[in-house]
């Protein structure tokens, strides 16, 4: 069964230090992964997707097979990144187009 | 900008009670979502409706839960008898045909069952 672990609930780091939120997968195949993240009283909205390989908000996601990680990073953190981040995997079944399995998410505060 | 829109936002039943929310989709998205959201947890599928037919309920308590989304576009999620484990966030979302398969979310419906 496919599964997503966010090994780190809470992780707390200084406005301008780099930042990184693992994520780690198992998954049959070649997986599309996201990061989803919630701001305080917003939605749950996408941050970015691993296909596109694009750079939102200064953050970026590799995949990495070998490793089956798909981390996402942001070289020097801001106050306002401070947000729940989830990872997310499509499902794989064949069952449900792009069901999403979910992380427990990670909680990043960036203090000033 | 277009939005999914959830009602109520918040909802407080006692166990065994009814209880029903409401989801409006972004116009045009044939795929629609359920989630629940336990405290401390990801968000676990319940449900995804394609237009008004069932994708996936495999996940949905079928003894107390229920979904429907008659003329396929918006959707209620109802609970009957409701429980003490019930209580959590239902979110909907739904996604259109873009390529990208981008789930939008509603803002939920916090539910408490006491």
């Known amino acids: 069964a496919q599964r997503v672990t966010q090994p780190e609930k809470l992780l707390s780091v200084f406005k301008g230090a780099p930042v990184e939120l693992k994520c780690n997968y198992s998954?049959?195949?070649?997986?599309?992964l996201f990061w989803y993240v919630q701001y305080s009283r917003q939605r749950l909205q996408l941050l970015l997707r691993h296909i596109s390989r694009e750079s939102i908000k200064g953050f970026t996601a590799d995949l990495n097979k070998g490793e089956t990680s798909f981390h996402l990073k942001k070289p020097f953190a801001q106050e306002e990144d401070s947000a729940m981040y989830y990872c997310a995997l499509p499902d794989n079944s064949g069952v449900s187009n792009y069901k999403l399995t979910f992380g427990k998410g990670t909680l990043l505060t960036v203090n000033p | 900008e277009a939005e999914v829109a959830q009602s109520p936002r918040y909802k407080i039943t006692e166990k065994s009670q009814a209880v029903a929310f409401w989801c409006d989709p972004i116009?045009?998205?044939?795929?629609l979502y359920w989630y629940r959201q336990i405290l401390g947890q990801g968000p676990e599928l319940l449900v995804q409706?394609?237009?008004?037919?069932?994708?996936?309920d495999s996940q949905l308590p079928k003894d107390r839960f229920s979904a429907e989304r008659l003329k396929g576009v918006d959707s209620t999620l109802k609970i009957q008898p409701a429980e003490l484990g019930d209580s959590a966030m239902y979110l909907c979302?739904?996604?259109?045909?873009?390529?990208?398969?981008?789930?939008?979310f509603g803002p939920g419906t916090r539910l408490t069952v006491t």
């Open positions: 116009s045009g998205h044939a795929t």
């Open positions: 979302a739904s996604s259109g045909q873009d390529g990208w398969h981008e789930q939008y």
């Open positions: 998954y049959s195949g070649s997986p599309e």
């Open positions: 409706f394609q237009d008004e037919s069932v994708v996936d």
